[in-house]
């Protein structure tokens, strides 16, 4: 309500968002979602297969662990030794982790190389230049919730979703501030449906992430289900071309100039 009253119009990147404010009497126009507009020019499968060496055999998995320093404690471990035990089921399964931050590259490598796993640790400062090229060859993901799942799905690649807090902050948003939420993926969000698997606190160990990620990794009806789910996506978040319509709507708002 805050928000409504100190603002002359919103411009909504999700649909959800735009009738949430709507209908609390917002100026509101949807203009799509930005990531949308990264789709252009992506390199194919196969050119980018080629370019990081993999051969025919080998699967690619993709972690993305965190983006903040306190997702390392909670995420990593579990999502790293789910990598290890995916690798010990899946010969020929190679491991890549684009590094969030310079500062997360050395606790990485560490617990990485704790839990067992083969992995290439992409320093942050190539991380952002080489996603467009690992997404389009990775076979699966495993990653934390937030705009990283709306990018990957974005870009075809099937994921299993974690996330973990504290156990007294778990408490406080479930008891005190009565926090629920029907999924916490931005994907499953947007749809509306469990699309994507999500392992939240208590839920998430190695053994049910790799419960989650082997259908996702060798059961085609199991892809092709995500394929379905990321297409009708693309068609709720929008069209490619965002910024016309938001800079249209700003255009649109602002006061109409006195001619001198």
């Given at each position: 309500t805050r928000l409504i009253g100190f603002t002359d119009r919103i411009l909504a990147i999700f649909p959800e968002e735009a009738r949430f404010y709507g209908d609390r009497g917002a100026q509101v126009t949807w203009v799509g979602h930005p990531l949308l507009d990264t789709l252009a020019d992506l390199p194919s499968r196969e050119a980018s297969r080629a370019q990081?060496?993999?051969?025919?055999?080998?699967r690619l998995l993709l972690l993305f662990p965190a983006s903040r320093k306190q997702e390392l404690r909670?995420?990593?471990?579990?999502?790293?030794?789910?990598?290890?035990?995916l690798q010990r089921r899946c010969p020929g399964l190679r491991v890549v982790v684009p590094a969030?931050?310079?500062?997360?590259?050395?606790?990485?490598?560490?617990?990485?190389?704790?839990?067992?796993?083969?992995?290439?640790?992409?320093p942050a400062d190539q991380a952002d230049q080489q996603r467009p090229l690992l997404c389009a060859a990775a076979d699966l993901a495993l990653?934390?919730?937030?705009?990283v799942n709306l990018e990957l799905a974005l870009r075809g690649v099937p994921q299993v979703v974690a996330y973990r807090v504290s156990r007294?902050?778990?408490w406080v948003a479930r008891h005190l501030?009565?926090?629920?939420?029907?999924?916490?993926?931005?994907?499953?969000?947007?749809?509306?449906?469990?699309l994507l698997p999500e392992l939240l606190q208590d839920q998430l160990t190695a053994e049910s992430v790799v419960d989650e990620a082997m259908p996702l990794l060798n059961n085609p009806q199991a892809r092709e289900r995500v394929a379905d789910g990321y297409v009708r996506l693309r068609d709720a978040l929008g069209r490619q071309g965002v910024?016309?319509?938001?800079?249209?709507?700003?255009?649109?708002?602002?006061p109409p100039t006195s001619s001198a």
């Open positions: 990081l060496g993999l051969q025919a055999h080998e909670y995420l990593l471990p579990p999502l790293a030794a789910a990598a290890a035990a969030g931050q310079a500062s997360f590259e050395p606790v990485l490598a560490e617990v990485l190389q704790a839990a067992g796993v083969k992995a290439e640790v992409v990653t934390k919730s937030g705009t007294p902050t778990a501030l009565k926090f629920e939420v029907a999924h916490i993926s931005p994907v499953n969000l947007v749809l509306q449906e469990r910024t016309h319509p938001a800079a249209a709507a700003i255009l649109d708002a602002l």
